[in-house]
Every structure is written in structure tokens, then in C-alpha cells.
């Protein structure tokens, strides 16, 4: 009996151990991959007025930064529709929480149009877009999905629609990841989450 309860003592202790040994590692595996530090990478592109603008619009206040493009047929309008909603119920003053629209659709999503489309829907979400190439390095970046998808599979080179990542990221005040809002997450919810990066 007493050597059982030796073994179990020593299994106690071991597993203990081993528990302190992870949990150091997993701390450390965050401090190395930059938990704390801004997400994504750094880019170089223009607002829908075609002023430049830099990683360092993302990390000036709390944010938050959706991926789309202004020939999606419902995704896209629908999510700028709710977050402008959103984010006058815990903002009204617009003063305290920076809204992104970056296109994935750069061929098409010129300045003016980038403008256009927006401006429909809301005065507080800024458009975004720029080179292609620069358009891919910052989607890869940031984790985005997307693929052109052709309309007409007999005329590939024809009308085409994008396939895309649909939840709305958001980050800190200095650009950290603190998490998404769903394509058709509740309403409470989501702003819910806005209210939290305040």
C-alpha cells in the first residue's frame, strides 16, 4: 500500500512537472510568434481617394478591416451595411473606432469605384486598394482567402465573381489580432465585440 502511494506521489510530481515544462513553452511560443505585437505585414496602397495609406492606419486606434469587393452580390453589402450599423451604436461620435474595406478585386475596384460603393452604404468605413501584387502580399499577410471564380466556365476569361474570406477582423489599439466577426454572426454579438476594443 505504502509503494502505491510512493508511485502515485512520484506520478503526481511528474505530471505536475511536465505541466510547468508546457506551460513555459507555450507561453514562450507566443512571446516568439508575437502575441503582442501587430498583425499582419506591413503594406503600401491608396484609399478610395486615392491618398497612400500604410499599415500604420491599422494601428492608430481599434479597428476593424473587411476583405471584399463592390461586384459581390450580397456578402460584401450586406456586411458593410451591418458594420456601418454597428459601429454608430458603439461609436456614435466615429472618433474612437477605425473601419477598413480592402478590396480583393483590385482590377476592377479603381479609387472612383471604391468610392462610390462605399459611400452608398457609409461615411465611416474607408475603401482600400492599389497594385495587385501589393493587393495578394497583404491578403496572404493578413490570412485571406480569395480566388477568382468565373461566372461563365465556358468563357473563363469572361465575367467572374471572387471568392473570399467573409468575417470582419479586428484589432487593437496598436494593430494586435483580437479576433472576427462572422458573416451573419448576431447583431448583438458583434457589436458586442466592437464594444470589447474599446
Request: hydrophobic residues 40%; proline residues 5%.
Amino acid at each position: 500500500m505504502a509503494a502505491v502511494r510512493t508511485v502515485l506521489i512520484i506520478l503526481i510530481v511528474i505530471l505536475a512537472g511536465a505541466f510547468a515544462w508546457l506551460s513555459f513553452q507555450w507561453s514562450r511560443t507566443d512571446t516568439m510568434t508575437g502575441t503582442g505585437a501587430p498583425y499582419g505585414v506591413a503594406f503600401d496602397l491608396v484609399d478610395q481617394t486615392g491618398k497612400p495609406i500604410t499599415q500604420a492606419a491599422f494601428r492608430q486606434k481599434p479597428t476593424a478591416v473587411f476583405f471584399g469587393f463592390t461586384h459581390c452580390p450580397e456578402v460584401c453589402p450586406t456586411t458593410l451595411f451591418e458594420l456601418d450599423g454597428w459601429l454608430r451604436l458603439v461609436d456614435p461620435d466615429g472618433t474612437r473606432l477605425n473601419a477598413y474595406f480592402v478590396t480583393v478585386d483590385p482590377e476592377r475596384d479603381s479609387t472612383e469605384i471604391l468610392g462610390q460603393y462605399i459611400s452608398n452604404v457609409s461615411d465611416r468605413i474607408i475603401g482600400i486598394t492599389g497594385d495587385p501584387a501589393k493587393i495578394r502580399a497583404m491578403a496572404k499577410g493578413y490570412n485571406i482567402y480569395f480566388k477568382k471564380v468565373p461566372t461563365d466556365n465556358d468563357d473563363p476569361g469572361g465575367d467572374y465573381v471572387m471568392d473570399h474570406t467573409a468575417s470582419v477582423f479586428l484589432l487593437a489599439d496598436g494593430g494586435q489580432f483580437k479576433g472576427t466577426i462572422s458573416y451573419g454572426e448576431d447583431s448583438d454579438v458583434a457589436a458586442k465585440k466592437l464594444q470589447n476594443l474599446l
